[in-house]
């Protein structure tokens, strides 16, 4: 099974900063038509996860634009400029790309 | 707008058997799959499989093959969950959540507490 490795575990940014979580692939996510399904998910808390970013590095519908995805390959970035009150909860990345589909083990994002 | 709700909490006791439903709108619902996906207390998220929602095909990640049957009513657009043989580690929230090229709504999720 691939293995994602979310880094780091935890993370306490000042509202207004950067936020950047790292998602590493134990194998290539791209995929033999040359998509790479690296998805990104926020967890607010108590809710369902919602869709932030799709393919890598494309924003979901709504979802403002400080949010960047970027990578290629079995690295994987999510940033988060400006961190908002909103922006709190445990991100995962996703990957459909080898079959059984998994989840990072998740970010836990706390504002200080 | 496009919404999947899923049925009420559920306590039951090991060795017996849960159905949970995700009634889905506002979209064609054989156009897109249906995942399931696990998440225990304080922990994170775990595919559990999918299901084609055209042809009823069902794949099931390896942990949950056996007790764990993945159903549809495509005529009331709805995905179903059934586990059979409740363990305590069974005790979680389900999710389903649909998908095309990537998954992109979920239900609200089902807790299911298994406790004697």
């Known amino acids: 099974d691939v293995v994602l490795t979310q880094t780091p575990v935890s993370l306490s940014v000042t509202l207004g900063d950067q936020a950047s979580i790292s998602c590493r692939s134990s194998?290539?996510?791209?995929?033999?038509?040359?998509?790479?399904?690296l998805e990104w998910y926020l967890q607010k808390p108590g809710q369902s996860p919602q869709l932030l970013i799709y393919?890598?590095?494309n924003r979901f519908s709504g979802v403002p634009d400080r949010f960047i995805g970027s990578g290629s390959g079995t690295d994987f970035t999510l940033k988060i400029s400006r961190v908002e009150p909103e922006d709190l909860g445990v991100y995962y990345c996703?990957?459909?790309?080898?079959?059984?589909?998994?989840f990072g083990s998740g970010t836990k994002l706390e504002i200080k | 707008q496009i919404q999947l709700v899923q049925s009420g909490p559920e306590l039951k006791k090991p060795g017996e058997s849960v159905k949970i439903s995700c009634k889905a709108s506002?979209?064609?619902?054989?156009?897109?799959?249906m995942h399931w996906v696990k998440q225990a207390p304080g922990k994170g998220l775990k595919w559990m499989g999918w299901?084609?929602?055209?042809?009823?095909?069902?794949t099931y990640a390896d942990d949950f093959k056996g007790r764990f049957v993945f159903s549809l009513e495509a005529s009331a657009s709805t995905a179903n969950l059934q586990i059979s043989n409740l363990k305590n580690e069974d005790t979680a929230t389900y999710f389903c959540?649909?998908?095309?090229?990537?998954?992109?709504?979920w239900g609200q999720g089902v807790m299911v507490t298994v406790s004697s």
């Open positions: 959540a649909r998908s095309l090229t990537y998954v992109d709504y």
């Open positions: 506002g979209y064609t619902f054989t156009d897109y799959a």
């Open positions: 299901i084609n929602t055209y042809t009823g095909k069902p």
């Open positions: 194998q290539s996510l791209e995929y033999s038509d040359g998509y790479t399904y």
């Open positions: 393919g890598v590095s």
């Open positions: 996703f990957q459909a790309t080898h079959d059984p589909l998994t």
